[in-house]
């Protein structure tokens, strides 16, 4: 089975898009041709899996592609499809150290503007020969307030064995999203299920059959580097993403499933499925594998000898700027979370001291704190561990809250006014308020926690909410069983749109197919909401 690269005739933002990727190329999906040495291809060197941008601020931005050999990355951006008088950027040398993936940055750009930008691929040996330019178009960050700002988010995708459905259209629910002609999304983590096999179908509980797209590197958990490679191409293979990332900017942040579920810094598995069981030689494949295919600005080859990693601030002009979470890497083990002295958390305690610094200095209208995970709802590890933050404990924090309740009571103490946090990661959608008269920990101000997905992957019911930062469950929509296919129950996204006049915040958690299941407007200028 194979799928086709879109052609020119793809519905696109002011048809910016048109000729983007040749109509005539076509990805197998078997997986003999894409595990084919590049440099045994003929011809010009060609990017099929289409292009995209990441980390956009109002001057600047990262454009990713990947090429099928060698070749010499060019990015030309201009403020018309036409491309006359075009700037060129002259990217990296892609080769097989990067899976043949690049990322150029792009700076110097005017602010609040359409940016439309290609990408040409060189062959390095004869400059002459090129390949057929990709293109793609993104909107820089506004430096003017009354512009305005409106994001998506969501997160977890081609996950519980629910991969590229073919007979329902794909990933659909991209396609849905970039008609929104949102000015990015927020990607909250579990971009992929390195730990979920795709199998060829599914029969359902009413007799239906799910037919899957299948590849080699999605017949097992992915272990060595070109497995989980192998992992992220694989969700590029779906036309409505590529022609969702060829117009939408994305800020991407990881949690568990981008290596293994329920992964923790030192941990050994005894999981039959490994046959490595060192869960720091996994995640150091699979956080290669991320940066080589998403364009993150703190992974993008800095030269500098400073830290690569996730965690990072997103500054989108005056009225937003958005805190990129890792509560991954730096965590302490899963556990039962009864602790009554832990420095380590849930984001170690560098990032803490990083995330205090940087509210503190943030200057925006509002700050979004973009987490893989949620702070209330009990994610249970096994029988007796828990996974997020969360214990079931609805007394005074414990464990991983410990943190938590550091950085809240910091927030109040110094007055950071417009705090949102916005996650995915539990397959369902709510929206849950947090104050300090429900509470067990009162030394906080009220805030707001929204959750949205899954993108393209099983729904399931909605967890157990913990008392001990008082959240109430003001909305939510999630399925009575477990592991429901996306065709019986439909992805969430979520919308926040920020007006330029007022200040306002409206959130509005989305359904597919069209539908607002839940708004919520917030004002500007509060501590707490």
Not at 79 to 99: K, M, N, Q, V, Y
Not at 460 to 476: I, K, Q, S
Not at 506 to 514: F, N, Q, Y
Not at 515 to 522: A, E, M, N
Request: proline share 7%.
């Amino acid at each position: 089975m194979s799928l086709p690269v879109p052609g020119s005739s793809s519905p696109t933002r002011r048809g910016v898009l048109r000729g983007s990727l040749a109509a005539s190329a076509a990805l197998t999906l078997g997986g003999t041709g894409l595990g084919a040495p590049a440099f045994a291809l003929s011809g010009r060197p060609r990017a099929e899996w289409g292009v995209q941008a990441g980390d956009v601020t109002a001057s600047s931005g990262l454009v990713w592609v990947r090429a099928d050999r060698p070749a010499r990355m060019l990015v030309e951006t201009s403020a018309t499809e036409s491309f006359r008088h075009a700037r060129r950027h002259f990217g990296p040398l892609i080769g097989a150290g990067t899976d043949f993936t690049g990322t150029t940055a792009l700076r110097g750009l005017p602010s609040g503007e359409q940016i439309h930008y290609r990408v040409t691929l060189v062959d390095p040996d004869d400059p002459r020969r090129t390949g057929e330019p990709v293109s793609g178009t993104f909107r820089t960050a506004p430096s003017r307030r009354r512009d305005g700002v409106r994001f998506l988010w969501s997160g977890d995708i081609a996950g519980q064995g629910w991969g590229i459905n073919p007979d329902i259209g794909g990933f659909r629910a991209y396609e849905e999203m970039r008609r929104l002609d949102p000015d990015f999304f927020l990607c909250s983590g579990d971009t992929i299920y390195a730990d979920g096999v795709i199998q060829p179908s599914v029969t359902l509980p009413d007799g239906r059959i799910w037919r899957n797209v299948t590849t080699l590197e999605k017949a097992k958990v992915a272990e060595t580097l070109d497995e989980y490679r192998g992992n992220f191409r694989y969700n590029l293979l779906d036309h409505n993403v590529r022609a969702f990332n060829a117009q939408v900017p994305s800020v991407v942040q990881w949690d568990d499933h981008e290596v293994r579920n329920n992964w923790y810094p030192g941990q050994i598995l005894d999981d039959p499925r490994y046959t490595e069981k060192d869960v720091d030689v996994l995640a150091a494949r699979a956080s290669r594998a991320f940066g080589e295919y998403f364009p993150v600005s703190t992974l993008h080859a800095r030269g500098d000898g400073r830290e690569r990693r996730v965690h990072r601030v997103v500054r989108y002009g005056p009225l937003l700027d958005v805190f990129v979470l890792d509560m991954r890497s730096y965590r302490n083990a899963n556990s039962p979370g009864r602790q009554a002295d832990d420095t380590t958390g849930i984001l170690g305690a560098e990032q803490l001291a990083w995330l205090k610094r940087e509210l503190a200095a943030s200057r925006a209208v509002w700050k979004v704190l973009a987490a893989d995970m949620p702070i209330g709802l009990v994610v249970p590890d096994g029988a007796a561990n828990f996974e997020a933050i969360a214990q079931g404990d609805p007394g005074a924090p414990l464990g991983r809250e410990l943190q938590i309740a550091e950085l809240l009571r910091f927030v109040k103490h110094r007055r950071i006014t417009g705090t949102v946090w916005l996650t995915a990661d539990v397959h369902y959608t709510s929206a849950q308020h947090y104050a300090p008269e429900r509470a067990a920990f009162q030394d906080f101000a009220p805030f707001w926690e929204f959750v949205s997905g899954p993108l393209a992957a099983g729904g399931f019911p909605a967890n157990a909410l913990d008392a001990t930062f008082g959240p109430e469950r003001v909305f939510v929509r999630a399925p009575e069983r477990a592991n429901l296919s996306p065709m019986e129950s439909p992805q969430y996204f979520g919308e926040v749109d920020i007006d330029g006049h007022s200040g306002e915040l409206t959130v509005r958690l989305r359904a597919e197919g069209g539908t607002v299941l839940f708004s919520k407007v917030l004002q500007p200028g509060r501590v707490g909401q």
